[in-house]
């Protein structure tokens, strides 16, 4: 029993650490959005005794945040909605379809993973630039699309791949071609991981500010990020102001995860066992 308890206590204390490293950072950045500027003049630790929500009422109106938040929901919602449809068809047509080049296709995806942005961002520009993209929302959710597909595809493939193969194989002799067996049986079968990595990409997608800053140029097209980044030009002598407009950007991802935490632990982990 003593063992046991020290085991557990060799494991709790750590993640309790980590935990408290997680929380302090946004009830600190809470506490100072709530001062006055002349209170954090005064004391930047200390605990705020105002609550002044005007930080959050002028970060909202004189940022423009509202056009933000509407410009980023708009890249969210269509980029992970090509990002699924594609990674799901593509992961059943890479783990239960046999046809020449299949390997290569996924080795090639896998190469894919392992190249950041910053490698091919100027390429990726000169290309949106010559197609007319640029400062464009199809050219922003082409870019994005680009860069989180590959590890989409790469997990709908593992994850279909426990799928038996019997199981498609008795839909088409029911009489579904390759789309009615991908959408009747792939799709229902796939839903905890369509729903982890739709939440997952949503995150990539909502705090991304270097694809939607090369992008997006024009101040009225800018997402929530790369003008909470342009807020602190805007105050640069006002700090709860600026971390008023952070708190504002952060709080949906905070709601998400909080809400979807199981449903993104359960598709990591069915992802992670099955293939």
Request: charged share 10%; hydrophobic share 50%; with cysteine.
């Amino acid at each position: 029993m003593r063992r046991q308890r020290a085991a557990r206590w060799a494991l709790a204390v750590p993640m309790m650490l980590l935990a408290l490293a997680t929380i302090y950072p946004m009830l600190y950045g809470l506490n100072i959005s709530l001062k006055t500027r002349k209170d954090y003049v005064l004391d930047r630790l200390g605990v705020t005794q105002t609550f002044n929500v005007q930080n959050y009422i002028d970060a909202w109106v004189n940022a423009d945040m509202g056009r933000y938040f509407l410009n980023t929901i708009i890249a969210t919602v269509c980029s992970v909605t090509i990002i699924l449809l594609l990674s799901s068809m593509c992961g059943y047509a890479l783990s239960h379809l046999t046809f020449r080049g299949s390997k290569l296709a996924f080795l090639l995806i896998l190469a894919m993973m392992m190249i950041p942005f910053q490698v091919i961002m100027v390429p990726t520009i000169k290309v949106l630039s010559d197609m007319g993209l640029i400062n464009t929302f199809p050219g922003l959710i082409a870019a994005y699309v680009a860069q989180f597909l590959p590890f989409t595809v790469y997990f709908m493939t593992s994850y279909y791949s426990g799928v038996p193969k019997e199981l498609t194989e008795a839909a088409r002799v029911d009489g579904n071609g390759l789309f009615g067996t991908w959408w009747r049986i792939m799709v229902p079968v796939g839903k905890p991981a369509l729903i982890s990595m739709g939440i997952l990409n949503s995150l990539f997608v909502w705090n991304d500010i270097l694809i939607a800053l090369l992008i997006m140029q024009s101040p009225s097209n800018r997402t929530v990020m790369v003008g909470v980044s342009a807020l602190r030009g805007q105050y640069p002598d006002n700090v709860p102001t600026y971390i008023a407009g952070v708190m504002l950007a952060v709080l949906p991802i905070i709601v998400i995860y909080l809400i979807f935490q199981r449903q993104i632990s359960a598709g990591v982990t069915a992802g992670a066992t099955k293939g």
